[in-house]
């Protein structure tokens, strides 16, 4: 049954494309990406055969795991950070699987070295940074890459964070409005040049460059005050590509006005297709072709030749998590309740409501206990897990796909590097062999991969300087 799919309103703003990169001509292709971490997702997988037996940073390990994701052919490889671990949070951490690794930016920078097709995706909080210094470092990227690079947008703040970084506490409404004000001055400071500012240099005249082509940024806002031109030239993809992971309100109108990529969370087809239908929905608000945005729920998966040998992959997972000590429930302690009881009613926490509100319609509607909880959600964050051989891995993900739940998968591998290895072996010639991913990669940006629009430079937020004399040059 062919999908009916949202139409561009006719107030979007205009695109140009890149490399004849369009959004309207394209048959829909569906989106892979992996979320790389240093032992794999799940909280069993560091004690199992095959797992890196060290914690210690290894750019070798990371540099394998990408160069598997781009055999591959897919999308992206996204790198998280989970910045800042209070001095009075050590409590229980000889038994903690901890996200301790290179710092995203510094990693993707080595990784693009390396590869030469995968887009590269950091995350990077906007409570920490300043607007100039961030764009800066983007735009230096996605030319060291050659246009490969997404910012995974996280405006989050927890306890441990803000006391290793010295912020000041701010509610959710705060963090999303500073986060979008930020993300107006970085688009802004991309924009400042145009895109052939440096290109038409002139020995012979002794004129450098068009002094029309520079676009002085002037913001005066609530959190940022600037006045300034990017000391760097234009991306190569104008803007890198816009990630977000918002579940929440303010996530979700947040994605509906920038994101060009949203990490989602559902573990069931209805609730993937109301937040599919509902952020799509609110796009044309603000101006944007809801093809534009790729919804990309996360899913974790164990391949076996039968269902029973997937299951029992999985098992070994599960058998090996670690129930000591504190158990955290996105931000709750719950060590204090019978494991074997069910979630008590506890207030929506300040990071990551969205979510938690995901766990607790879990718990209530399969009446769940802590341990259960923590097995079908904590473990893998709230994804779908694909369990199974893998033609009936390729069929969740083509249902989902043509079923308007999904525009890909952001895939969440239980563990590395063996998980990834096999999904890039069997699923992904099995997605092909239906037609629903490529062969090989069309295009050299990661704009073009996912068939996104190229952003103009928007010329009424940013005056043109007023042109210079042109002098002759001295004989």
């Not at 590869?115 to 230096?140: C, K």
């Not at 450098?208 to 940024?217: A, E, G, R």
């Not at 890198?240 to 087809?269: C, D, H, L, T, W």
């Not at 058998?319 to 009881?341: I, K, Q, R, T």
Request: aromatic share 10%.
């Amino acid at each position: 049954m062919p999908n009916q799919r949202l139409r561009q309103p006719n107030n979007a703003p205009a695109f140009h494309s890149s490399k004849d990169c369009t959004v309207t001509n394209k048959k829909r292709q569906l989106a892979l990406g992996v979320f790389l971490t240093r032992h794999g997702h799940h909280p069993g997988a560091w004690r199992q055969p095959g797992s890196a037996k060290s914690g210690r940073p290894d750019f070798n390990y990371w540099a394998d795991l990408v160069r598997t994701a781009e055999r591959g052919k897919l999308d992206t490889a996204f790198f998280a950070d989970f910045a800042g671990q209070s001095g009075d949070s050590t409590k229980g951490i000889e038994r903690r699987h901890a996200f301790l690794d290179f710092e995203p930016l510094t990693l993707t920078a080595a990784l693009a070295s390396i590869t030469s097709r995968i887009g590269l995706v950091a995350t990077v909080n906007t409570n920490y940074e300043q607007p100039f210094a961030l764009a800066r470092r983007f735009a230096s990227l996605d030319h060291i890459s050659d246009g490969r690079i997404g910012w995974n947008i996280v405006s989050s703040l927890t306890d441990g964070a803000a006391k290793s970084y010295g912020t000041q506490p701010m509610t959710h409404a705060e963090r999303y409005e500073r986060a979008s004000e930020f993300v107006d001055v970085a688009r802004k400071l991309w924009d400042s040049w145009e895109d052939d500012a440096f290109e038409n240099a002139n020995p012979e005249s002794g004129i450098y460059l068009n002094p029309n082509d520079v676009h002085p940024v002037q913001h005066h806002g609530k959190h940022f005050q600037i006045s300034t031109v990017l000391d760097t030239a234009r991306p190569v993809q104008g803007h890198p590509i816009f990630v977000q992971a918002g579940n929440s309100e303010a996530g979700r109108e947040f994605a509906a006005k920038y994101a060009e990529m949203i990490y989602a969370a559902a573990q069931f087809i209805e609730e993937a297709q109301i937040f599919y239908a509902d952020v799509k929905g609110r796009m044309a608000n603000h101006g944007r072709d809801p093809d534009t945005l790729k919804v990309m729920p996360g899913l974790s998966f164990a391949i076996g030749s039968s269902q029973q040998e997937a299951q029992d992959k999985f098992g070994a997972l599960e058998s090996a998590v670690d129930f000591s000590g504190e158990l955290n429930l996105m931000g709750h302690d719950v060590s204090a309740y019978p494991l074997d009881g069910p979630l008590p009613d506890l207030p929506d926490p300040e990071n990551g409501k969205g979510r938690w509100r995901q766990l607790t319609a879990l718990a209530r509607r399969e009446n769940l206990s802590i341990r259960q909880l923590f097995l079908r959600f904590n473990a893998v964050r709230g994804h779908r897990v694909a369990i199974g051989t893998p033609i009936q891995i390729a069929d969740q993900i083509q249902d989902w796909f043509e079923r308007d739940a999904a525009d890909g998968f952001n895939l969440i591998p239980p563990l590395l590097p063996s998980s990834l290895t096999e999904f890039v072996d069997q699923v992904v010639p099995e997605l092909q062999r239906r037609g629903l991913f490529r062969t090989e990669y069309e295009g050299t940006t990661l704009r073009e991969h996912l068939h996104l629009p190229r952003p103009q430079i928007a010329r009424e937020a940013v005056p043109k300087a007023q042109p210079a004399p042109i002098l002759a040059p001295v004989s």
